[in-house]
C-alpha cells in the first residue's frame, strides 16, 4: 500500500492531504492494515471510483483514485 495512506489523523485536527491509491490498494478501507494499533479506529469500507476522492468518516483520511489507475 501506498505509504502516504499510513498517515493517521484525528478528523477534527487533520491536514489537508489526499493520499494517492492504487489499482493494489483496492478494496479501499480504513484504517489501512498495517496502521498502528493506537490509533485505528473500526474498518470502514470505502467506496471510490477512478478519478474520484473518498472520505473516511471517522478520521477525515482522504483517498484519491485516479483514472487508469484500476
Same mark, same amino acid.
Given at each position: 500500500?501506498n $505509504?502516504?495512506?499510513?498517515?493517521?489523523?484525528?478528523?477534527?485536527?487533520? +491536514?489537508?492531504?489526499v493520499?494517492?491509491?492504487y489499482? $493494489?490498494?483496492?478494496?479501499l478501507?480504513?484504517?489501512?492494515?498495517?496502521? $498502528?494499533?493506537?490509533? +485505528?479506529?473500526?474498518?470502514?469500507f470505502?467506496?471510490?471510483?477512478?478519478? +474520484?476522492?473518498?472520505?473516511?468518516?471517522?478520521?477525515?483520511? +482522504?483517498?484519491?483514485?485516479?483514472?487508469?489507475d484500476?
Amino acid at each position: 500500500m501506498n $505509504e502516504s495512506v499510513l498517515n493517521q489523523g484525528n478528523h477534527k485536527n487533520r +491536514q489537508d492531504v489526499v493520499h494517492r491509491l492504487y489499482s $493494489e490498494d483496492l478494496p479501499l478501507h480504513c484504517p489501512p492494515d498495517n496502521t $498502528e494499533l493506537w490509533s +485505528q479506529h473500526p474498518r470502514v469500507f470505502l467506496p471510490i471510483a477512478p478519478g +474520484q476522492t473518498a472520505l473516511c468518516p471517522y478520521c477525515g483520511n +482522504q483517498f484519491f483514485l485516479p483514472k487508469g489507475d484500476t
